[in-house]
């Protein structure tokens, strides 16, 4: 007898209508119908302003929809308050700037959510820091502040703080922007152990959403693909739909950008 | 959380504004300029509210954090700036007292002095001078450094976390600017009437120490101090949500932080202004 196996949808959109984060009366994506299972890898690749990171803002619960529905783990969105905390800590989102607490050290700004969360010290704090810290390479830069660090760290140091609170979605908008080709790899490479299953998640396999303005860096036969395009959302499927796909802005998007061989 | 900034925001929502056609008379410009008000008021009121309640409901969340940063506005609203005071107090003294007691020895109205001191350095010029410098010296760095984290997108990263904003940012700076400015108002006062009665002293006006601040005792009731905390408190606590809610509660670029900047120490000084008022009108109805 086949066993049924039940996948809820991470986030779940429908007839979602995203606005944008800057003006909350302008849509720039309509109708998104949309399903992120449990243990799936999206690209979502877009023109720059083609929606990309209100759309990752709307699925992790912190830019409402304008019309339509947008569920996380089942929970509305619109719902979203205290209450609702706990399903909104099992998002993490690692913005596209890092958008880190400029007045903290890498450290600081690791620990914050940990500290904030479980109301404990800094010290306390110290020893699982240290590790994430030691795991994504940051510990020579634990005590600089954002400003004192390169792109590539600072984009390192916002997945960390992302992390450290083990959420099981990760929303990453365009993680791969201004990272150079050694440091794209290693954040692939590392994207992967977590969708697999990562020892700092108990190897529990995580689901990834990655938004991107270009698709070939994310090459992967077992990744899904989406794309945005006046302000439509069309998802693709797999790679090979990616590559049978005749629509111009798939194929624009699909050019090697220069100087990335991967 | 996210909740929080948009309830306040959307009360006064400008975008409204901003599209809007030019008003094509003086009367059209009149009556833009008082709803744009009536929304300020409105707005900042919610925020006040919102932040009242945050406060109070989540007074022992997070203590871990948001302990530290209580302290370090104190610091910051208060222990920082109290050189400062003490060279405003010296002056104030200097300028005020003093010539104030020289002149009603000159016309023997010395039985007047304790009165007068208090009207115009305890109940007056302390509170309002202490609020009107912390405004400047701390209300804006307040604005800028929320506006500048509200245009790089750290208010959405702490929302992204789970953390209130309005509890890690407005909270801190709400109890320190409270308790900066009243107690910088009682180093203020103390200074100021020690340093007048010295300057009183160095233009040989006949009245012994003793009977300078027994004086001053006399003429100080309970009311002046249940009001005079009442009052230090209020104009730190509004001082603070002006100048946090014109850094935090609107979307900003960076190039509006510094026009919002000004916007928020003018409103601060009416703020100022018109609680002043209001204890006025306290201390004559009482």
């Given at each position: 007898m086949n066993e049924i196996i039940f996948n809820p949808a991470v986030v779940e959109m429908r007839e979602a209508s995203v606005s944008a984060l800057r003006d909350t009366t302008l849509a720039v994506l309509e109708n998104v119908n949309w399903s992120v299972l449990s243990g799936e890898f999206w690209v979502v690749a877009g023109q720059p302003q083609s929606g990309k990171s209100d759309l990752l803002l709307t699925a992790a619960g912190l830019l409402l929809p304008a019309r339509g529905s947008c569920h996380v783990f089942g929970c509305e969105t619109n719902a979203f308050g205290e209450a609702q905390l706990a399903e909104r800590l099992r998002v993490g989102l690692v913005f596209a700037g890092g958008q880190?607490?400029?007045?903290?050290t890498v450290a600081e700004n690791v620990a914050l959510p940990l500290r904030y969360q479980k109301n404990i010290s800094a010290a306390e704090a110290a020893p699982v820091v240290a590790a994430l810290l030691e795991m994504l390479e940051l510990t020579p830069f634990?005590?600089?502040?954002?400003?004192?660090?390169a792109a590539q760290w600072r984009s390192r140091a916002a997945l960390a703080r992302a992390l450290i609170l083990k959420p099981e979605l990760l929303l990453l908008d365009n993680p791969l922007a201004g990272l150079g080709t050694r440091a794209s790899q290693w954040l692939l490479g590392f994207l992967d152990q977590l969708w697999h299953g990562h020892e700092w998640l108990g190897g529990q396999p995580m689901t990834l959403v990655a938004s991107t303005d270009v698709f070939r860096p994310w090459r992967h036969a077992q990744r899904k693909f989406a794309v945005l395009d006046e302000k439509k959302f069309s998802a693709l499927g797999a790679w090979s739909e990616v590559e049978a796909a005749r629509s111009p802005a798939v194929k624009e998007l699909l050019a090697e950008p220069a100087g990335t061989t991967m | 959380m996210r909740g929080n900034l948009a309830k306040a925001f959307h009360l006064t929502n400008l975008q409204v504004f901003r599209h809007a056609v030019a008003p094509k008379s003086y009367t059209d410009l009149l009556g833009r300029k008082l709803f744009l008000a009536l929304l300020t008021v409105q707005g900042l009121g919610a925020f006040a509210l919102i932040t009242l309640g945050v406060l109070l409901k989540k007074h022992r969340m997070a203590r871990s954090v948001v302990q530290p940063r209580i302290r370090h506005e104190i610091n910051r609203a208060g222990v920082a700036l109290l050189p400062m005071f003490i060279f405003i107090a010296l002056a104030l003294g200097f300028l005020v007292v003093g010539q104030t007691v020289s002149a009603l020895a000159k016309v023997g109205a010395t039985d007047y002095l304790g009165s007068t001191m208090v009207i115009v350095i305890v109940r007056e010029l302390g509170p309002l001078l202490t609020a009107v410098l912390v405004l400047a010296r701390v209300g804006t760095a307040n604005v800028i450094e929320l506006g500048t984290a509200r245009a790089l997108g750290e208010v959405e990263a702490l929302e992204a976390l789970g953390i209130d904003p309005v509890h890690y940012l407005i909270v801190p700076r709400v109890i320190g600017m409270a308790l900066g400015i009243f107690s910088l108002t009682i180093y203020l006062i103390l200074g100021a009437l020690a340093s007048g009665w010295v300057f009183a002293f160095l233009q040989d006006v006949p009245l012994t120490p003793g009977d300078y601040f027994k004086q001053i005792t006399e003429a100080l009731g309970w009311l002046d101090f249940a009001l005079l905390a009442l009052k230090t408190l209020a104009f730190g606590f509004f001082i603070a949500i002006v100048t946090c809610y014109h850094g935090l509660a609107q979307p900003l670029r960076l190039e509006d932080v510094s026009r919002v900047a000004v916007r928020a120490v003018t409103q601060g000084v009416i703020v100022c202004v018109l609680l002043d008022a209001v204890f006025i009108v306290l201390y004559l109805v009482t």
């Amino acid at each position: 007898m086949n066993e049924i196996i039940f996948n809820p949808a991470v986030v779940e959109m429908r007839e979602a209508s995203v606005s944008a984060l800057r003006d909350t009366t302008l849509a720039v994506l309509e109708n998104v119908n949309w399903s992120v299972l449990s243990g799936e890898f999206w690209v979502v690749a877009g023109q720059p302003q083609s929606g990309k990171s209100d759309l990752l803002l709307t699925a992790a619960g912190l830019l409402l929809p304008a019309r339509g529905s947008c569920h996380v783990f089942g929970c509305e969105t619109n719902a979203f308050g205290e209450a609702q905390l706990a399903e909104r800590l099992r998002v993490g989102l690692v913005f596209a700037g890092g958008q880190l607490f400029s007045q903290l050290t890498v450290a600081e700004n690791v620990a914050l959510p940990l500290r904030y969360q479980k109301n404990i010290s800094a010290a306390e704090a110290a020893p699982v820091v240290a590790a994430l810290l030691e795991m994504l390479e940051l510990t020579p830069f634990a005590d600089r502040t954002p400003a004192n660090l390169a792109a590539q760290w600072r984009s390192r140091a916002a997945l960390a703080r992302a992390l450290i609170l083990k959420p099981e979605l990760l929303l990453l908008d365009n993680p791969l922007a201004g990272l150079g080709t050694r440091a794209s790899q290693w954040l692939l490479g590392f994207l992967d152990q977590l969708w697999h299953g990562h020892e700092w998640l108990g190897g529990q396999p995580m689901t990834l959403v990655a938004s991107t303005d270009v698709f070939r860096p994310w090459r992967h036969a077992q990744r899904k693909f989406a794309v945005l395009d006046e302000k439509k959302f069309s998802a693709l499927g797999a790679w090979s739909e990616v590559e049978a796909a005749r629509s111009p802005a798939v194929k624009e998007l699909l050019a090697e950008p220069a100087g990335t061989t991967m | 959380m996210r909740g929080n900034l948009a309830k306040a925001f959307h009360l006064t929502n400008l975008q409204v504004f901003r599209h809007a056609v030019a008003p094509k008379s003086y009367t059209d410009l009149l009556g833009r300029k008082l709803f744009l008000a009536l929304l300020t008021v409105q707005g900042l009121g919610a925020f006040a509210l919102i932040t009242l309640g945050v406060l109070l409901k989540k007074h022992r969340m997070a203590r871990s954090v948001v302990q530290p940063r209580i302290r370090h506005e104190i610091n910051r609203a208060g222990v920082a700036l109290l050189p400062m005071f003490i060279f405003i107090a010296l002056a104030l003294g200097f300028l005020v007292v003093g010539q104030t007691v020289s002149a009603l020895a000159k016309v023997g109205a010395t039985d007047y002095l304790g009165s007068t001191m208090v009207i115009v350095i305890v109940r007056e010029l302390g509170p309002l001078l202490t609020a009107v410098l912390v405004l400047a010296r701390v209300g804006t760095a307040n604005v800028i450094e929320l506006g500048t984290a509200r245009a790089l997108g750290e208010v959405e990263a702490l929302e992204a976390l789970g953390i209130d904003p309005v509890h890690y940012l407005i909270v801190p700076r709400v109890i320190g600017m409270a308790l900066g400015i009243f107690s910088l108002t009682i180093y203020l006062i103390l200074g100021a009437l020690a340093s007048g009665w010295v300057f009183a002293f160095l233009q040989d006006v006949p009245l012994t120490p003793g009977d300078y601040f027994k004086q001053i005792t006399e003429a100080l009731g309970w009311l002046d101090f249940a009001l005079l905390a009442l009052k230090t408190l209020a104009f730190g606590f509004f001082i603070a949500i002006v100048t946090c809610y014109h850094g935090l509660a609107q979307p900003l670029r960076l190039e509006d932080v510094s026009r919002v900047a000004v916007r928020a120490v003018t409103q601060g000084v009416i703020v100022c202004v018109l609680l002043d008022a209001v204890f006025i009108v306290l201390y004559l109805v009482t």
